[in-house]
């Protein structure tokens, strides 16, 4: 796999699209089933497509996988599959607690691999070359002020009781939409620098 | 800022993913670079002409824009 950014042109796009309708699959499945093979299946599909994806994005702008990239890779796949347990098997278990200590810990452990991500995502930053860094600065940039914005614009809203907003799905909501506009500007940001 | 990395490189056979190998960057740095679109900081400036074997004021020109 380390040599597809020299594959065919259309062998590569055949692969990135492979590998988000893996991705999307594996949500589906995840939000469609219950049961513990189910969710193994759904989480296995996830984990090849995420992967796949990683090389096949890298290899659609004729890009090659460097040694931090793989590294990103190894660091993130392990901590997305226990965050996943940790949210679907662990978390909703929080209503059957008694001891409130343990409700804590209970509910806020899917925090310890949000932690390792985001110690990955600075060292992965740190390592990667100066454009890479350009390229991500303004990504983080532009997220920072989307989701503050709209944050905002909600918070107007709210206030004024224009519309009713659900507090804590707005405080859940933020890590995710982060990620989201930093990840689609990232990408955007690829394209238009890849040249030929 | 004008630049012969392009020059350089093509007369060392070697293609843009080759060069970024060689210096451990991205395919699309080597290509900001040459275009003129991106100039590179001292570090990987001084990288690119101990690479080449070059001195660095005859791989860059400050005087002469893209």
């Given at each position: ?154 918070g107007l809203l709210a206030a004024t009781k224009l519309?009713?907003v ?31 | ?66």
């Amino acid at each position: 796999m380390d040599k597809m950014s020299e594959w065919p042109k259309w062998q590569r796009w055949s692969v990135w699209l492979s590998s988000w309708a893996l991705y999307v699959g594996g949500v589906a499945v995840l939000l469609m089933f219950h049961g513990f093979l189910v969710q193994g299946l759904a989480l296995a599909l996830l984990c090849v497509g995420l992967v796949l994806l990683t090389y096949s994005s890298k290899a659609v702008l004729n890009e090659r996988m460097r040694k931090v990239d793989r590294w990103y890779v190894r660091v993130l796949l392990p901590t997305f599959v226990v965050y996943m347990v940790l949210m679907l098997d662990v978390w909703p278990m929080y209503s059957r607690i008694e001891a409130p200590w343990l409700k804590v810990i209970v509910v806020l452990l899917p925090l310890l691999p949000l932690a390792v991500v985001v110690w990955a995502m600075v060292r992965y930053m740190a390592r990667c070359d100066e454009l890479e860094r350009r390229q991500q600065l303004e990504a983080v940039g532009v997220a920072a002020a989307v989701v503050s914005l709209v944050s905002f614009a909600l918070g107007l809203l709210a206030a004024t009781k224009l519309i009713a907003v659900n507090g804590a799905l707005v405080l859940l909501l933020i890590f995710p939409a982060l990620c989201i506009v930093y990840g689609v500007v990232c990408a955007w940001s690829k394209w238009r620098w890849r040249g030929r | 800022m004008k630049n012969r990395v392009r020059e350089l490189r093509e007369a060392h056979g070697w293609s843009q993913g080759a060069l970024a190998e060689h210096l451990d960057v991205s395919r699309q740095t080597i290509n900001a670079i040459e275009t003129g679109k991106y100039d590179p900081s001292l570090p990987l400036a001084f990288k690119l002409a101990r690479l080449f074997k070059q001195r660095i004021e005859s791989m860059f020109d400050p005087d002469e824009e893209r």
